[in-house]
DNA sequence: GGGTATTTGTCCGTATGTATT
DNA sequence: AAATACATACGGACAAATACC
């Protein structure tokens, strides 16, 4: 059995696909149409579909079918910025909608955030490592929803040592926005200065909350970036973590280093 | 029917997995006896098994059992670099091992590429694009692919306008390593000078050939990085593009913006 | 709203092939 | 060569989701 039959079938759909005979979003043939289209039988023309579900090419949707996937229009998020003291953070940590950013129908696409939701808690593994805090310290985060043209785009979580609001930044552990920008916020109240910032990048399996948010199937087959953004400040001191979370099926990041052009749309 | 068997099942060894019950390597129920122990067929046990796949929590190994997944010591790049101008390029671009990188009994990790593979090629799409080079045009293609301790690790091609060979630039054609990176050889021989580059991180999964290069599953459940980095010249033209596969399951990137502080440890 | 047809999801049983020990 | 374990393939039955009348 040099080639399983169910690898044959899905083999043939997939160049149907590919080739763009079968366009996306369109109805594939039913279960029972394939069974007859290649006389197996339904477990072995069910391995097809679930194989090139796997590989993104195909959904299925109990009771209506099996349809070629759409491709998702990407967002695209700059992970550098020339201004790394953040001054004008508000839009440029990943709040910035390029000129350039624009739907198939040629809409400027329109994101939105949720308001903060905050929390006193304490840190453990990650997150205690990055700011640099014993294990179990407290900590302030600030947990924002992102949307974009209202599909969900990012779960995002900042991390502040507690301290900061004692010293006077009180309104670290208010929930709501902070008009200025935090890091605006925290030069002002502690005059602490950012003066940059380290991102790690890794890809893993979604969990379940956020494969409910995000609408992705429970099995990870579509995986998440995971971005933590490490802030520090004039003392080479870690001041902030930011927590990004954003499927991988939607988003791509722009490195830039030195002299760049810029992007022609 | 709130939650299938099959789910339950796999909850119930998922628990075990990651409470550290099971531990990495070690071998799972077999499919007969799972069946005993939770009183269902085998195609259910089968489907809880599949599940855990997916997420990449197992992995199962014909004739020998299912064994809980091993993680992969992951291999970190840092994108940004101090010297834009890529002076250093040969350790620089994908070839650095930073100093802390040793693996679990403290060995130094040890990269390993292949010579170059040379082709002449016409650009079409995404190369052409990124290149600022009509469809069709001829360029110059080097392909690398990259080991670490003898594990795949990175397929790599650099596009060169054919142009460079012509101008003088003749050994950019040649198979073999260029001895002190390319970059010098282009400003030695054409006036080129590297003032910055530009990446795009994007995933998907990976093709045949990459699977079969990096041994991962032929579904596309281990998606791959593809790093498109364009490299411009003094004039603000792309002079080189370089692709680069990697695995998502053991590669992990890093960029720095401003001033930030060395890794510890 | 209810009922029916359609389609995929879950689950069972069985048999045979293939890889490994 | 034999035993073991996963992979492929067949068959059937009922459940759940959706669309349509």
Do not use: C
């Amino acid at each position: 059995m040099a080639n399983p039959m169910y690898r044959q079938i899905a083999e043939d759909l997939r160049e149907q696909i590919e080739s763009g005979a079968l366009k996306p979003g369109q109805q594939l043939w039913t279960e029972l149409e394939l069974r007859e289209r290649y006389g197996a039988s339904r477990t072995t023309v069910r391995d097809a579909i679930r194989w090139l579900t796997t590989l993104g090419l195909v959904e299925t949707k109990p009771g209506q079918g099996t349809f070629v996937a759409q491709k998702i229009h990407p967002y695209v998020t700059t992970l550098t910025t020339s201004d790394p003291t953040g001054a004008g953070e508000q839009v440029a940590m990943y709040g910035e909608v390029d000129s350039y950013d624009y739907d198939a129908e040629g809409h400027e696409r329109v994101p939105f955030n949720t308001e903060p939701q905050v929390e006193i808690r304490k840190a453990y593994g990650d997150v205690a490592a990055f700011l640099r805090l014993t294990e179990g310290s407290q900590v302030i985060s600030r947990h924002q929803k992102r949307y974009i043209d209202a599909t969900p785009w990012s779960l995002q979580t900042s991390f502040y040592p507690r301290g900061f609001a004692a010293q006077g930044a009180d309104r670290l552990s208010d929930a709501g926005d902070i008009a200025d920008g935090t890091i605006r916020y925290l030069f002002e109240t502690l005059g602490l200065r950012q003066v940059g910032y380290r991102d790690w990048i890794t890809v893993r399996a979604p969990d379940g909350t956020e494969a409910m948010f995000f609408n992705l199937p429970q099995d990870g087959r579509v995986g998440v970036f995971q971005v933590y953004r490490t802030a520090f400040d004039q003392t080479g001191t870690p001041m902030r973590l930011t927590m990004t979370v954003l499927p991988t099926d939607r988003n791509e990041f722009i490195v830039n280093v030195g002299e760049v052009p810029e992007i022609s749309p």
